[in-house]
């Protein structure tokens, strides 16, 4: 074997030996939920009515390996490709298995990085969680604090004229929920100042878009949950309360130390993880905060990054002042369907949405989403791109996670993805969930090499030029110049009203900004 050849498998092995034996999703097939295994029939009347006749997959694999026979026995890390059905396949599992539970309590825990993915994930918990008498809670900061309370803490219903020690009231206070889908900050906000919101019950903590998630620190929010998590009881342990800074009464847990399969020392109830990502990582540091307890890595395939199998991946070579026409020969080519484009920043975004928007008639609509926008303007312009009444969104790469439009069937990046990673999640808004779809890149001809580097990543060798008639690109040409006028004129007409009322960029804060820009 050629040298290169060892050093780059060298490369792709893991460093972490749990990680060397994989369960390999690949060798799944879909299972129709008629035949699968212990389902419960509340359950499998919410899914066809979803619309679902089968488990995917990855799905089928986690079944398996919680309720089949791994019994939720190991945490599972989850590397499957974008759109692969990676939702149901953990709120499926843990919802069976809350579906027993006689007393309400939050007991799962699902953690994302924006509020829109966590709205997308609640929905899916919502449309099955009910059939067995479960609730689920979302805390994203959509609504005010006040409002987000009411619906996740049940207040106890007081007689008339009988005054209550607000010590005992505290003890009734009791979750409204079973399940919370929550963004970072919005959770740590709850754990730190919501009376009755505790952690004591959890059984389960799953934290999707992993890679995301552990490469910012979000207020500590992991270091905080686990730390909760593991409190044990106070009496076993005295002095437990001092361990938090801010632990009030409602948030000291009752987890018993306790001997459980063979792992002597820790808690029990254990608290089950599952970590999820379609390019998860692999660094043992960075995994390690997560305090995986006897891991179980589940992946697909051999390669580390995989694309959806049924993505076509084009290239358009041309130069870089030509971009803007290249473009719009491409959307006028594939005639109104749904399409995402994707640029490298907020700002680009910005610029390149106005110009199109100058360009004449398109016959189609396009608008923006970024971290340039205030978070109502963005989830009007999601619903609306969800609806099919806008068809062309220009995005930065806050839209390159996990979020599942219906009928996207193109993928555009106006420029270049810097890494792997970054094409895989762009290009994975389309071709999602066995569906057909395409993603062309636009290139300037010094790209072309490392384009097709980044693409061997993803065990891509075929990326096909797309192919533009000259003639429809030097139509459009006397189109482009006024609209390159227009955009001077907007740009500076912004630029002043910045400098007198300050930079748009004051609307969001530079988390949320540093967040939105991946
Ligand atoms: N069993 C199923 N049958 C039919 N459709 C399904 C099934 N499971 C999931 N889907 C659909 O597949 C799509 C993708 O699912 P999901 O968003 O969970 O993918 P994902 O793997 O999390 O993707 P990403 O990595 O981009 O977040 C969704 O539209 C979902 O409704």
């Known amino acids: 074997m050629e040298e290169s050849t060892i050093a780059k498998q060298n490369k792709n092995v893991p460093v972490l030996p749990w990680m060397r034996s994989p369960v390999d999703v690949s060798k799944f097939e879909e299972c129709l939920l008629d035949i699968l295994p212990c389902l419960d029939p509340r359950l499998k009347m919410a899914l066809q009515n979803m619309g679902f006749k089968t488990l995917f997959p990855v799905q089928l694999a986690v079944w398996q390996e919680t309720i089949g026979p791994g019994a939720f026995e190991r945490d599972l890390c989850i590397n499957s490709p974008t759109g692969s059905g990676k939702t149901l396949a953990y709120a499926l599992p843990i919802v069976q298995m809350l579906s027993t539970r006689a007393v309400k309590h939050l007991r799962a825990l699902v953690v994302l990085p924006t509020r829109d993915l966590a709205l997308q994930v609640k929905q899916v918990f919502a449309a099955i969680a009910?059939?067995?008498?479960?609730?689920?809670?979302?805390?994203?900061?959509?609504?005010?604090?006040?409002?987000?309370?009411?619906?996740?803490?049940?207040?106890?219903?007081?007689?008339?004229?009988?005054?209550?020690?607000?010590?005992?009231?505290?003890?009734?206070?009791?979750?409204?929920?079973?399940?919370?889908?929550?963004?970072?900050?919005?959770?740590?906000?709850?754990?730190?100042?919501?009376?009755?919101?505790?952690?004591?019950?959890?059984?389960?903590?799953?934290?999707?878009?992993?890679?995301?998630?552990?490469?910012?620190?979000?207020?500590?929010?992991?270091?905080?949950?686990?730390?909760?998590?593991?409190?044990?009881?106070?009496?076993?342990?005295?002095?437990?309360?001092?361990?938090?800074?801010?632990?009030?009464?409602s948030?000291?847990?009752?987890?018993?130390?306790?001997?459980?399969?063979?792992?002597?020392?820790?808690?029990?109830?254990?608290?089950?993880?599952?970590?999820?990502?379609?390019?998860?990582?692999?660094?043992?540091?960075?995994?390690?905060?997560?305090?995986?307890?006897?891991?179980?890595?589940?992946?697909?395939?051999?390669?580390?990054?995989?694309?959806?199998?049924?993505?076509?991946?084009?290239?358009?070579?041309?130069?870089?002042?030509?971009?803007?026409?290249?473009?719009?020969?491409?959307?006028?080519?594939?005639?109104?369907?749904?399409?995402?484009?994707?640029?490298?920043?907020?700002?680009?975004?910005?610029?390149?949405?106005?110009?199109?928007?100058?360009?004449?008639?398109?016959?189609?609509?396009?608008?923006?989403?970024?971290?340039?926008?205030?978070?109502?303007?963005?989830?009007?312009?999601?619903?609306?791109?969800?609806?099919?009444?806008?068809?062309?969104?220009?995005?930065?790469?806050?839209?390159?996670?996990?979020?599942?439009?219906?009928?996207?069937?193109?993928?555009?990046?106006?420029?270049m993805p810097a890494y792997v990673k970054t094409y895989v999640h762009r290009a994975g808004r389309t071709a999602r969930a066995g569906q057909t779809g395409r993603c062309i890149t636009l290139l300037r001809v010094h790209e072309v090499k490392r384009f097709k580097k980044l693409l061997q990543k993803a065990d891509n060798d075929s990326c096909p030029s797309y192919s533009i008639p000259s003639s429809s690109v030097e139509s459009l040409h006397p189109f482009y110049l006024s609209a390159l006028e227009k955009l001077k004129e907007t740009v500076q007409s912004e630029t002043s009203r910045k400098a007198k009322v300050g930079p748009k960029f004051s609307r969001v804060s530079k988390g949320e900004k540093k967040s939105l820009e991946e």
């Open 130 to 249: 009910p059939a067995v008498g479960l609730s689920v809670g979302l805390a994203v900061g959509q609504s005010s604090i006040a409002d987000e309370i009411s619906e996740l803490i049940k207040k106890p219903e007081h007689e008339a004229g009988i005054c209550y020690d607000p010590q005992d009231v505290l003890q009734e206070l009791q979750s409204s929920v079973d399940i919370l889908v929550a963004t970072p900050g919005r959770l740590m906000d709850h754990i730190t100042t919501t009376k009755g919101f505790t952690l004591e019950h959890l059984c389960y903590l799953v934290v999707d878009e992993t890679d995301r998630m552990l490469r910012e620190a979000y207020q500590s929010w992991l270091p905080t949950v686990l730390k909760l998590t593991r409190i044990y009881d106070e009496n076993l342990m005295p002095g437990v309360n001092n361990f938090l800074p801010f632990a009030s009464g």
């Open 251 to 415: 948030l000291k847990t009752i987890r018993r130390c306790g001997v459980e399969r063979g792992f002597k020392g820790k808690s029990y109830p254990r608290l089950v993880k599952m970590v999820l990502s379609a390019t998860l990582t692999q660094d043992p540091s960075k995994l390690a905060q997560l305090d995986l307890h006897h891991p179980l890595f589940l992946t697909t395939g051999q390669g580390r990054y995989q694309l959806p199998e049924k993505l076509e991946s084009y290239k358009l070579i041309c130069a870089s002042k030509l971009k803007p026409l290249y473009l719009v020969a491409v959307l006028q080519h594939l005639g109104g369907e749904k399409c995402i484009v994707f640029t490298s920043s907020v700002e680009s975004t910005h610029r390149l949405c106005t110009l199109l928007n100058f360009f004449g008639d398109l016959k189609v609509k396009i608008k923006e989403y970024s971290g340039l926008q205030r978070q109502s303007v963005r989830s009007k312009t999601l619903k609306a791109f969800r609806e099919g009444e806008i068809q062309v969104l220009v995005s930065s790469d806050a839209m390159t996670r996990g979020m599942d439009i219906e009928g996207v069937r193109n993928i555009i990046n106006y420029d």
